[in-house]
């Protein structure tokens, strides 16, 4: 993992020609938000917006728009990405504080601190306001120690409050919950603008109790260097862009919502806690972060894909050792739709993987296919269950049960039914060969070779 802050991976990006700067002034109202839906639904570049109005400050989105932008950020291509994730949790190290770090250039504390001066970006056009989206909070327990570090989106109810979504079983949520019940404020820290591997690190799907910014430390390949919060005991990433610190109060609550979320779909306004701004501290020059969700695929659904497909391999390879390859569809919003290929050992081995996967993911539709099938091509995937199954005797349904939150058409909050679909072929019986035209990996690219031809022939 190269990248030791966001200013470097920007600088890569821009380098390969995979970071596009937009100079004319942009609207954090939709507009950027606009420019980021764009990008994802043409597979296009990174985005960089250097004037966007009512603030002094850039900002960046797009970073994981596409696939390839989060194997770039990983540093390693497909073929190994999941791997290099598996190695990297084996290797986590604790956080190493510093004295100084330039996330603390400028201070700003108490009622000197302006959620307002910030281009926070509104996204959705129903959306209750703009909500910052790329903020990993961190909090501890101040009880049971523990620490979390993970993604939740804020939203900007006034200079210096913020209401935010959290609940109970997301570790920050039992965070809230156990200080609410201590009548106790809880602090926290939301740190932006931050090296990819602290973004990766918290999609894993570690337990409660397990510090984030350690896994992160693996990713990094050395501990993500961090320095005191100037006015919350919590150690922030000195390397960040910006730091908005403060507290969640035990006993307010304000309206957060309709927000745009990561199944295509608004969830609903009702009244959620509230944090209090006590500080924010950033660079001199500091570039705002900001990450579109919504209907799939966008940089949402991306960052999460290799984590959560690195966890559900390891978890399947363990028992099934003819698992090949593990995908969470952006369709399924990264979850409620896994495909897995394999290579069967045994007749019916491809259903027990199924029930597993639906078991132990909250994946709400399941799909095995041999190893010849491309689990990221869709049209590939089709193919095999197209051609390869049989509706009556291949397909598992399973009534409702508790499974992901926010399937809009789920029959009961988070209750869902599952579907199972074996398309691997039968094992150790005879099937039709599959017609395939020999050598075409040794044919060029004929794309690059087309625009070469052009621009030679102007
Ligand atoms: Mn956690």
Not at 167 to 196: K, M, N, S, V, W
Not at 233 to 250: K, Q, S, T
Not at 409 to 421: D, H, K, N, R, T
Request: aromatic share 6%; glycine share 8%.
């Amino acid at each position: 993992m190269p990248f030791a802050d966001l200013r470097q991976f920007l600088t890569h990006l821009e380098a390969s020609g995979q970071l596009l700067r937009i100079r004319e002034p942009v609207d954090p109202q939709f507009e950027i938000a606009a420019y980021i839906r764009k990008t994802s639904d043409t597979g296009g570049p990174a985005l960089y917006f250097e004037s966007v109005k009512g603030s002094a400050m850039p900002v960046v989105g797009g970073l994981f728009a596409t696939r390839r932008l989060a194997l770039e950020a990983m540093g390693t291509d497909e073929a190994d990405a999941i791997a290099a994730f598996l190695a990297a949790i084996e290797r986590v190290s604790a956080p190493r504080l510093i004295a100084q770090g330039a996330c603390q250039e400028v201070v700003k504390r108490g009622t000197e601190a302006d959620l307002t001066e910030l281009p926070v970006v509104t996204h959705c056009d129903l959306d209750g306001g703009p909500f910052i989206t790329c903020a990993v909070a961190l909090s501890r327990d101040a009880e049971d120690g523990t620490r979390n570090a993970s993604i939740y989106r804020f939203q900007v109810n006034g200079k210096r409050r913020l209401a935010v979504l959290a609940e109970p079983p997301h570790h920050l949520g039992i965070h809230i919950a156990r200080a609410r019940e201590r009548q106790e404020p809880l602090e926290i820290a939301l740190a932006i603008g931050l090296t990819p591997a602290v973004l990766l690190a918290t999609q894993w799907e570690a337990p409660y109790g397990v510090d984030e910014l350690e896994l992160a430390g693996g990713l990094l390949g050395e501990p993500l260097e961090v320095v005191k919060g100037v006015s919350v005991d919590l150690n922030v990433p000195a390397h960040a862009e910006l730091i908005i610190e403060g507290r969640v109060l035990p006993d307010v609550q304000e309206m957060e919502g309709p927000f745009g979320e990561y199944t295509g779909y608004y969830t609903p306004a009702y009244p959620k806690p509230v944090m209090e701004v006590t500080a924010i501290t950033h660079r001199h020059d500091m570039i705002y972060q900001d990450m579109l969700t919504g209907e799939p695929t966008t940089e949402n659904h991306v960052l999460k894909m290799i984590p959560a497909e690195a966890s559900c391999y390891a978890m399947l390879k363990s028992r099934f050792p003819g698992v090949v390859k593990v995908h969470f569809h952006g369709a399924g919003g990264v979850g409620l739709l896994g495909i897995v290929a394999m290579e069967p050992q045994a007749p019916r081995e491809a259903r027990s993987v199924l029930t597993t996967l639906l078991g132990a993911q909250g994946t709400k539709i399941a799909i095995a296919v041999d190893s010849d099938v491309n689990v990221f091509d869709v049209d590939h995937v089709m193919w095999a269950v197209s051609t390869r199954c049989q509706p009556h005797r291949d397909v598992i349904v399973m009534p409702p049960m508790l499974g992901r939150q926010l399937d809009p058409s789920a029959e009961g909050f988070g209750q869902y039914g599952l579907m199972g679909i074996d398309a691997t072929m039968p094992h150790g019986q005879e099937f039709d060969q599959v017609a395939r035209v020999p050598g075409v990996e040794k044919v060029p690219d004929l794309l690059a070779l087309a625009s070469k031809a052009t621009s030679s022939a102007k």
